[in-house]
Structures are given as C-alpha cells and as structure tokens.
C-alpha cells in the first residue's frame, strides 16, 4: 500500500518570505499523480498544484511550485513571496494512474503560518 | 466555493440517534467520496461512489450507511454512534474514469457526538 509522509507538523513564514514544505511517499508503482491540497481554517480544502509522475518538468502555478523527485520519491511545496492568506494547513496526496484508481492517499498535513 | 456542498455544517448528536449528512455537487462528476478527517490524523477515506456505484468500502463501521441516489448526491447515514466518530466529515468528487482525476472538496460538516 502507498504512504505519504510529511515530516514537518508545523512551519512558519514571514510574509513576503518563501517557504518549502516537504512530502514523501511509498509506492512500488511508476505512473502516478501527486496533489498539494490547502484547507484554510475552517475554509473548504482546495487543489493547489497537481504533478504527473510522468513528467520530468516541475509543475508551477504562479507563486506556488513544486521540486518531484521521482527516484528520491520527494514531492516537496515552494510557496514564494508568501502571503497572509497563505496560512493554512497543506496535504500532500497521491493517486495511483492504474486503472485510473481512485483511492488518494493523504498525508497528515503541515500547518503553515505566516507572520506579518 | 459552491461546487460542492455539504449540509449541515455542524451537527451535534446524541449516541442513540439517527441522522444524515448530505452533499451535493454541482460540477457534472461521476465519482463521490466520504472521507473522515480527525484531528492530527491523515484524512481516512470511507467510501467511493463511481456512478452511482460503490466502489471502496474502507472496512467503516456499520453504524455509517452512504446512499448515492445519483452521481450529484451522497448521503451518509449515522446511527448509534461513539464519542469517537466526532470529526470533520469531507465530501469531494471528481470526474472518475480519466487519468488525471483530481477530487474536489465541500466544505465539511463538523459533527460532535456526545
């Protein structure tokens, strides 16, 4: 079975800094999707950035980016020039590509804050 | 933010009554989801529902019953339930069946159990 590991419970920022949130994960499998998702205090939980295993390319989404490190299976969260309404809690989650599974795997979260 | 939506937001219940959770998505997907989310806990997943089909029954207890009447709504059932079941209960859904299947979220309902 996969696991996501995120070593980091707990990270802070300052405001206008960049911050790197870690994941790892287990898996046995070559074709898969990695997700960063982000639930604000008592907010919805929403998709920040998606990675396909297949690509070699880093995903980005404006300020946010990630570093995949496929063999090292790595999975790591850049958030640049953070911002108040970055503060929340991030999950790392995978989903096997097989047979198009639909069993996503979650890490326990990192709770991010970002002092002004 | 409306894509998904799950009612009630909060629902606090005694341990001999029965109640439900409902969600309904807005986004023309084919697959729903239940997952638990407990404090300083990974997410747990509960049930997947791919038209209208379960899928995944991640050995929950009998005391939650989902229902998809049809790919836009999912209820979860509760009856006699323990203090332990007190969580965030997430429902998500996605488009199943594609290779980049990604899910999305409602808002939570947040349920004590007394």
């Known amino acids: 079975a996969q696991t996501v590991t995120q070593s980091q419970p707990e990270m802070s920022v300052q405001e206008a800094e960049t911050v790197t949130l870690s994941c790892t994960y287990d898996?046995?499998?070559?074709?898969?999707?990695l997700f960063w998702y982000k639930q604000p205090p008592s907010r919805q939980m929403i998709l920040v950035i998606r990675?396909?295993?297949?690509?070699?390319q880093n995903a980005t989404e404006n300020r946010f980016s990630v570093n995949f490190q496929k063999a090292a299976k790595s999975f790591s969260l850049k958030i640049s020039d953070s911002q108040l309404g970055d503060a929340a809690m991030y999950f790392c989650?995978?989903?096997?590509?097989?047979?198009?599974?639909?069993?996503?795997?979650f890490g326990p979260g990192t709770r991010l804050s970002v002092l002004p | 933010e409306t894509g998904v939506t799950q009612t009630p937001r909060h629902l606090v219940m005694g341990m001999t009554n029965k109640k439900s959770l409902k969600c309904e998505q807005h986004?023309?997907?084919?697959?729903m989801y239940w997952y638990k989310q407990s404090a300083k806990k990974p997410l747990e997943l509960m049930f997947v529902?791919?038209?209208?089909?379960?899928?995944e029954n991640n050995s929950v207890p009998s005391r939650f019953s989902p229902e998809c009447p049809n790919s836009s709504h999912l209820f979860l059932h509760l009856h006699t339930l323990q203090p332990e079941d007190s969580a965030l209960y997430l429902c998500?859904?996605?488009?199943?069946?594609?290779?980049?299947?990604?899910?999305?979220f409602g808002p939570g309902t947040r349920l004590t159990v007394l």
């Open positions: 998500a859904s996605s488009q199943g069946g594609i290779a980049t299947d990604t899910q999305y």
């Open positions: 898996t046995s499998e070559s074709d898969y999707y």
């Open positions: 990675q396909e295993a297949y690509k070699q």
């Open positions: 989650a995978y989903r096997s590509a097989l047979n198009y599974g639909q069993n996503f795997v």
């Open positions: 986004l023309g997907h084919n697959a």
């Open positions: 529902y791919n038209f209208k089909e379960q899928t």
